[in-house]
């Protein structure tokens, strides 16, 4: 944790920082975190541990009277193709660009060594790259969470839900598309295909493939320095928000997913990667310490002892002589003097001898 790495810095190594609780932090505290976090995502992905809320249908809703298109692995983007994508795309661009922001020696990405148990050293290079795909990886994770959450508590049916259920309309009693179905035991088809098909809302692929996008093209924007062309970072952008896109109008278009179970997936995947980067990360720029608040200083003596202060007592002259010059007094006249004569000088000489 790099808030976590306080040091003094090695004598004769201004580019060394020693710390002692980078490799506990890391050890105890974020490993833990990132273990249980992929632990609760694969109870929700292949477990029944959070069973998902059964939502009732219309007799012949149209909403949801959609052909059932298969499976999922039979889609033209299934789901192997995106997860493989969210993953090697965002790692390669990473590691290409520290590699060549550590040899370019960009500003802003270069940071001290770090040393602990004046042993062990930990190339920033390597800290970075560990760093910015650790987080990537948690927030990814962090993403099936929420969708899969969001799937198991509102239930929602997608587009083919009926065409999976395959309901005995006659045994229900349906006469009107305004009959309400509440059963249960509704759904004549394979339980396993009316249960994926009860998880619409958000959209898990289009979710996971904005959120990779976004991240991406954040650190494109932030760390790539190109001079030669102003158009290399927003055609790379540009590809990969076209990319995410692509699977959302896929997954509409193949009557996998609603409008809004798509659109629901876009903020959700948008959303946690802007708070990683931002908040956690730092816009992928050096984290620099905060400087330590200034102490107000006392004055001091040419010695260096520090000085006594001792309380301001007023001179009766510098009083008198404040009275006597200011234009409040004696009715706002200034104060004259009597005249001096010289019979009322007495010479020194005279007082010197009589003495």
């Not at 009860?198 to 001079?227: E, G, I």
């Amino acid at each position: 944790s790099r808030g976590q790495e306080r040091g003094m810095a090695v004598e004769g190594k201004p580019s060394v920082k020693s710390s002692s609780s980078i490799v506990p932090c890391f050890l105890f505290v974020e490993l833990v975190i990132m273990a249980g976090t992929v632990l609760l995502a694969y109870y929700f992905e292949y477990t029944d541990t959070f069973p998902v809320h059964i939502q009732g249908f219309f007799c012949y809703d149209k909403t949801f009277s959609k052909p059932y298109p298969g499976p999922d692995h039979s889609s033209k983007i299934p789901p192997v193709l995106v997860y493989s994508l969210v993953t090697a795309i965002p790692t390669v661009t990473i590691v290409i660009g520290e590699l060549c922001a550590f040899f370019t020696k960009a500003e802003g990405t270069q940071e001290k060594t770090i040393v602990t148990a004046d042993c062990c050293y930990f190339n920033p290079l390597l800290r970075r790259i560990i760093r910015f795909l650790g987080v990537y990886a948690f927030g990814l994770f962090t993403t099936t969470i929420f969708v899969n959450a969001g799937q198991v508590v509102t239930g929602n049916q997608t587009p083919h839900f009926l065409s999976a259920c395959r309901p005995n309309y006659t045994a229900l009693g349906c006469q009107s598309t305004m009959q309400y179905i509440g059963e249960r035991r509704a759904c004549t088809g394979n339980p396993l295909i009316v249960m994926s098909a009860r998880k619409s809302f958000p959209s898990k692929d289009a979710a996971l493939s904005v959120y990779s996008a976004v991240y991406t093209v954040m650190y494109v924007t932030l760390v790539f320095k190109t001079k030669g062309t102003r158009l290399t970072k927003p055609t790379i952008s540009l590809t990969l928000f076209c990319l995410a896109m692509l699977v959302g109008v896929v997954r509409v278009a193949e009557y996998r997913n609603h409008w809004g179970d798509v659109l629901a997936g876009f903020f959700t995947g948008g959303a946690i990667a802007v708070f990683l980067v931002t908040c956690v990360i730092n816009s992928f720029q050096q984290m620099l310490p905060n400087p330590l608040p200034l102490r107000p200083q006392r004055p001091e003596s040419v010695l260096g002892m520090p000085m006594v202060t001792l309380p301001c007592v007023e001179s009766p002259l510098e009083k008198l002589h404040g009275d006597l010059r200011s234009p409040r007094s004696h009715d706002h006249q200034p104060y004259r003097f009597p005249p001096v004569t010289p019979d009322v000088l007495i010479p020194s000489r005279s007082i010197s001898s009589e003495v």
